[in-house]
């Protein structure tokens, strides 16, 4: 079965650090493009980070210089690192498979069900 | 690229035709995906590619468009189709619309 499961998330105060964990079963982190993807409470979807099966990395402006991506080919799973956390990035956090369909272009085609995130004090 | 949903929100009854619409801010060609999300649910793809039906998803479900303009339709809405659809960009980098939430008339 072609599954991924998201962990690690919690309340955090602002300014504080928290790992971001993807365990995939039945694809295969590093033969894919993998996306985190997040949604505050209410709101609608945000695109974070893409991790592509060559290593290139892109971040959104909202999160770059704090978030940081990586996978552990071994262990089968993504990350993401979250440092600096903000009151602003408060969501639940997806991570997704993105199939792609022309050039580096795809679509999010496996979700996780998402961990969520609270940054208060 | 910003992506520009039509309506946030919108009424309708079983059986009805639904359209949603989705505008970038510049050409995407093709690069367009729709996402179906139900409340406490992770997204769902429905549709890649601007008009390519992602397996498993009913007929009634169809995409068009290219450039800048791009539709979803709902043939005939049914009971389960009652969700929040998401349009998303995968030209340059992604981008998501905000939303269009389809309720119960």
């Known amino acids: 079965e072609v599954q991924l499961v998201e962990s690690g998330g919690d309340l955090i105060q602002p300014g504080g650090s928290l790992r971001l964990s993807c365990s995939a079963s039945?694809?295969?982190?590093?033969?894919?493009?993998m996306s985190w993807v997040r949604q505050a409470p209410g709101k609608g979807l945000e695109w974070v980070s893409i991790l592509y099966s060559g290593g290139t990395i892109y971040y959104a402006d909202s999160v770059k210089g704090r978030f940081t991506i990586s996978r552990d080919n071994a262990k089968n799973t993504l990350f993401l690192q979250m440092d600096d956390l903000r009151a602003e990035d408060t969501a639940v956090y997806y991570c997704?498979?993105?199939?792609?369909?022309?050039?580096?272009?795809?679509?999010?085609?496996?979700w996780g069900q998402g961990t969520k995130v609270t940054v208060s004090s | 690229i910003q992506m520009t949903q039509s309506p946030s929100s919108l009424s309708a009854s079983v059986g009805d035709r639904v359209t949603v619409s989705c505008r970038a801010s510049?050409?995407?060609?093709?690069?367009l995906n729709w996402y179906q999300q139900k409340p406490g649910k992770a997204p769902k793809l429905l549709i890649y590619?601007?008009?390519s039906l992602q397996s498993g998803v009913p007929s009634r479900f169809s995409g068009s468009g290219s450039g800048t303009e791009f539709t979803l339709t709902i043939s005939s809405l049914q009971p389960e189709d009652f969700a929040t659809y998401y349009c998303q960009q995968s030209y340059i980098m992604w981008t998501f619309g905000q939303g269009t939430k389809v309720e119960i008339k």
């Open positions: 590619a601007a008009s």
């Open positions: 997704a498979r993105d199939r792609i369909y022309g050039g580096n272009s795809g679509a999010l085609d496996i």
């Open positions: 039945g694809v295969i982190v590093s033969s894919n493009y």
């Open positions: 510049q050409s995407i060609f093709t690069y």
